[in-house]
């Protein structure tokens, strides 16, 4: 990341934070997307965090760590877009995937789709260290510092996450298996 | 695949599936409400002044003391022409447009000696944006005066409220929608509004906010308070 760009932004320079825009949102929106699930959600995080991110820019302390700063923003987003979100959907239920899992290739997109309701089942804050660990990469420690948590807190996160996709994904072969002992 | 291995490979390999380029429409919808976003003043604020020795407090206040008498004084020398509000009638002023004029202000605007930058020790925390014991501060929108916020020394922020005066030392906040920027805002919703009271020291160097009603009441304990004046250098 270029820092003359983020220290002319500091000072207010907007063409300057366009660029620095370009640069980062794609990186952003992966982000969003793979936290929410959901293309209209992912945008507004993306919108409302760089807007956010103009706004704050001059207390950035330290314009090298612009990167990590401002994915903080965005996952901070994705906190209020999910619970924006739930207002809307707070009774409508992950219905079980229909049909079970076959032996050929279709079994792999079954798998998919049993990780993506999982997935969606788990806190948002969860989610996150998830996916920043598992997609972007980072170890635990940088996700602590990025999302000014303790390292333990971003370690349980990550732990209950892996642990709630497993528990949901042995709860749904069951299912699966019950369900075919019935028909 | 339900032992945490697999499960992890099989979560890594899905996570790559999905776009990995932000959507133009995004990006330039974002980019235009940047075109009309004032950025917030960085104000560098002293956190250090909790942690001075104690002879250099006794200066710093011995050098504001001398700063606000001769601030006094000076106001003084120019015949009350700086006193806020309305003016009232004058024979002896001569209109002068615009030399000496104040920015138009919405009426209910907070007054423009109130704006900028204020200070006190948390004595609770907020989660996710203070601790208790840490320094906070208290912004006012040097800009309009029509907005309020909380800042924290790591950059964070929360609890914006629009500001309505109700009367001189009466003020209305209410909690603007998700889709403005309101930073933390722990219990507070949307439209919640809290009616305050507000004075200021005769020198000037304290503001004193005292919650009549609010609708949230993280709101009243992190604003209600008296807070001290943060010099704008």
């Known amino acids: ?183 | 695949m339900t032992d945490d291995r697999s499960i992890e490979r099989a979560a890594r390999s899905w996570l790559e599936i999905g776009p990995t380029t932000a959507p133009d429409r995004a990006v330039d919808a974002a980019l235009l409400r940047i075109e009309s976003t004032p950025q917030e003043r960085d104000l560098r604020i002293p956190w250090r002044i909790t942690v001075m020795p104690m002879p250099a407090r006794v200066a710093a206040a011995a050098l504001i003391g001398v700063l606000l008498v001769g601030g006094a004084m000076f106001a003084f020398s120019w015949g009350g022409r700086s006193s806020v509000g309305a003016p009232g009638p004058s024979s002896s002023t001569v209109s002068t447009p615009s030399s000496e004029a104040s920015p138009a202000i919405a009426s209910d605007a907070l007054p423009s000696d109130i704006w900028g930058n204020w200070v006190a020790q948390a004595d609770h925390s907020i989660a996710g944006l203070y601790a208790a014991k840490e320094s906070i501060q208290l912004t006012i929108d040097a800009t309009d005066g029509k907005h309020l916020w909380i800042e924290t020394r790591n950059g964070g922020a929360g609890f914006r409220s629009a500001v309505h005066q109700l009367s001189p030392g009466e003020v209305k906040l209410v909690t603007p929608s998700p889709s403005y920027d309101q930073g933390v805002t722990a219990s507070c919703t949307e439209g919640q509004v809290g009616n305050y009271r507000w004075s200021r020291s005769a020198d000037g160097t304290s503001l004193t906010l005292t919650a009549i009603d609010d609708q949230c009441a993280d709101r009243i304990v992190t604003l209600a308070r008296t807070w001290t004046l943060l010099p704008t250098n």
Not at chain 1, 1 to 12: H, P, Q, S, T
Not at chain 1, 34 to 56: F, H, M, P, T, Y
């Open chain 1, 1 to 183: 990341m270029d820092r003359d760009l983020v220290e002319r932004a500091r000072r207010g320079d907007r063409e300057a934070f366009a660029v620095l825009v370009h640069q980062v949102s794609d990186s952003l929106y992966a982000v969003a997307h793979r936290i929410l699930r959901d293309s209209g959600l992912a945008e507004d995080a993306l919108q409302n965090a760089l807007v956010l991110a103009w706004r704050r820019i001059p207390h950035l302390r330290e314009p090298d760590r612009f990167e990590a700063w401002i994915h903080r923003i965005l996952v901070h987003a994705c906190y209020d877009e999910s619970q924006r979100a739930r207002q809307w959907t707070a009774n409508v239920r992950v219905l079980p995937f229909d049909g079970p899992s076959t032996p050929d290739g279709t079994a792999v997109i079954a798998d998919r789709d049993e990780l993506e309701r999982a997935f969606r089942r788990l806190p948002i804050d969860q989610r996150a260290v998830f996916v920043l660990h598992h997609y972007v990469g980072l170890p635990l420690v940088e996700i602590a510092e990025m999302l000014e948590i303790p390292a333990g807190t971003a370690r349980s996160r990550l732990h209950y996450a892996t642990r709630g996709l497993q528990d949901a994904l042995s709860a749904d072969a069951e299912l699966a298996v019950s369900g075919g002992r019935l028909a």
